[in-house]
């Protein structure tokens, strides 16, 4: 069974920065292509990036050059690096791994909460 653990949420001010952390287990980490998703009150999940398994990113444009997202194959974990953040990326942030070729097979993480005040 494919488990997704996420981590790096919290509070912090605008303008600050902050690293969230997949990590995935029960299956091969390089089948998955995985992304990051956000979801703010009264409002529909979002696509924030994606990573294939080869390493190539899509960002939303409203993170374009504030956000970075990486993978270590060898970790089976995927890394969302947020700088400059604002206080409209407060949000729950759910991690997806999506595997490849097949798309019902997608799974998701329990959600870690940012809140970045003004």
């Known amino acids: 069974q494919v488990q997704l653990v996420e981590s790096g949420g919290g509070l912090v001010q605008a303008g600050g920065s902050l690293r969230l952390s997949c990590a995935v287990s029960?299956?091969?980490?390089?089948?998955?292509?995985m992304g990051w998703y956000r979801q703010a009150p009264g409002k529909q999940r979002e696509l924030v990036a994606s990573?294939?398994?080869?390493?190539?990113?899509n960002y939303a444009d409203s993170v374009k050059d504030r956000f970075t997202l990486s993978r270590d194959n060898a970790k089976s974990t995927v890394y969302l690096q947020m700088n400059s953040l604002k206080p409209e990326d407060t949000a729950v942030y759910y991690c997806?791994?999506?595997?490849?070729?097949?798309?019902?097979?997608?799974?998701w993480g329990q959600g870690t909460q940012v809140t970045v005040s003004s």
């Open positions: 997806n791994a999506e595997r490849i070729g097949y798309r019902s097979l997608s799974y």
């Open positions: 990573i294939t398994n080869i390493g190539s990113t």
């Open positions: 029960g299956s091969i980490f390089s089948l998955y292509n």
